[in-house]
């Protein structure tokens, strides 16, 4: 009689406690550099949509700062890849990407990083490591995992920061991607922006398991809740998460809570929650507000940060500005990179 496979043994490595990263000032003001440049660009993107000067789809990233920039600080550029949904401005940003081309992308012009064709929700950038940028809810979750599969194939080293919503958390193809991803011990950290909503549906109203960071449980992927509120409380994360991939383990699951102040899109009038709600975690755990608060005690001067704001408005005046008036694709642009070979 052949012999019953046993069940898996339980040896698997836990990840180190998620401890809250000691920023020295310079990097905390660096990193309140950076969550200002995403929130002023995504104002100014906000306005120039309303001007009529961005077409399609526009979704904004304001309230969700502290998550891209405490992850991706603790990344390597150049040797670890990043992917993320349509929502995919500030995780540029965040990379380091010139606003310029960022913001020339959300006017359709030439210079963009999409040379104008992607628009807000197809930014991409292979020199960066950055595959988009994808409007297909839940997709780029196994395409990340593949990413993460390329990177154990080619022992580059690198690993995938694959992130994705509460809903796309709810999408089929994000558990086929955790199955995959523990079996092969895939580098790749699942990183779950949780900002309580789905379009207008809020995640306790859509998700049986509301708790997202257990959605890993049953394929054995550890799970870590972080207030995505607090950009050190995410870049101790980072840095546990990538400690526990780096080291050959396989995947890890987190769930960043977090919010977004503005619409699921520009085109959304928002009736689903009351100004109440957004007002008061406005008031109460603002990401930007926190990290100022945090620099004054370690005695930053008021004008210095007032310096830090002008600075970046500055910044953001001149992206807009080069969005307006670089020139437009030539209309033979519509003929390239587009696929027309037969397979
Ligand atoms: C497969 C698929 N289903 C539905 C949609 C429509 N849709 C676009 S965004 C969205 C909500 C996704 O919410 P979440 O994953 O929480 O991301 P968030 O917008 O909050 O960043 C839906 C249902 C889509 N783009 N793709
Ligand atoms: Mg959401």
Redesign the pocket.
């Known amino acids: 009689m052949a012999q019953k496979p046993s069940a898996k043994a339980d040896t698997k490595a836990k990840p180190k406690k998620l401890v809250r990263y000691k920023a020295s000032k310079d990097e905390l003001l660096e990193f309140y550099r950076q969550m200002l440049l995403i929130r002023r660009f995504e104002e100014k993107a906000g306005q120039l949509y309303g001007l009529g000067l961005i077409g399609g789809f526009c ?1 904004l990233y304001i309230g ?1 700062e502290a998550v891209a920039v405490g992850l991706q600080s603790a990344m390597n550029e150049g040797e670890d890849s990043v992917i993320t ?3 995919d401005h500030g995780h540029m940003l965040a990379y380091g990407i010139d606003p310029k081309v960022i913001m020339a992308e959300l006017t359709g012009r030439a210079a963009g990083i999409s040379e104008g064709k992607g628009g807000s929700m197809h930014m991409f950038s292979v020199e960066q490591k950055f595959y988009g940028g994808h ?5 780029q979750v196994s395409l990340g995992t593949g990413l993460g599969f390329a990177h154990k194939y080619r022992d580059d080293g690198g690993v995938c920061l694959t992130y ?8 089929g193809q994000v558990y086929e991607s955790f199955n995959m991803a523990e079996l092969w011990k895939l580098p790749v950290i699942f990183a779950i ?7 207008g ?1 809020s ?1 306790n109203r859509s998700s049986a398991e509301d708790q997202l960071y257990r959605r890993g449980e049953s394929f054995r992927i550890p799970g870590v809740q972080v207030d995505g509120m607090d950009v050190l409380q995410v870049r101790g994360a980072a840095e546990m998460a990538l400690d526990y991939v780096r080291g050959g383990n396989g995947p890890i699951l987190l769930e960043l809570k977090t919010y ?1 102040y503005r619409g ?2 520009m085109s959304d009038p928002a009736k689903y929650r009351s100004r109440d709600e957004v007002q008061s975690v406005r008031e109460k755990s603002d990401p930007i507000e926190a990290a100022k608060a945090e620099l004054i005690k370690k005695k930053v001067k008021e004008e210095d940060l007032k310096a830090i704001d002008k600075e970046i408005r500055k910044i953001v005046a001149e992206a807009a500005d080069f969005a307006e008036t670089s020139p437009e694709p030539e209309p033979n642009e519509l003929y390239t990179d587009v696929l027309v070979e037969q397979y």
Not at 135 to 139: F, L, P, R, T, Y
């Open positions: 979704h969700q949904g349509y929502r409007g297909i809810v839940g997709a994705f919503g509460d809903g796309a958390a709810n999408q922006e949780n900002n309580q909503y789905a379009m549906t995640v977004r699921h899109s």
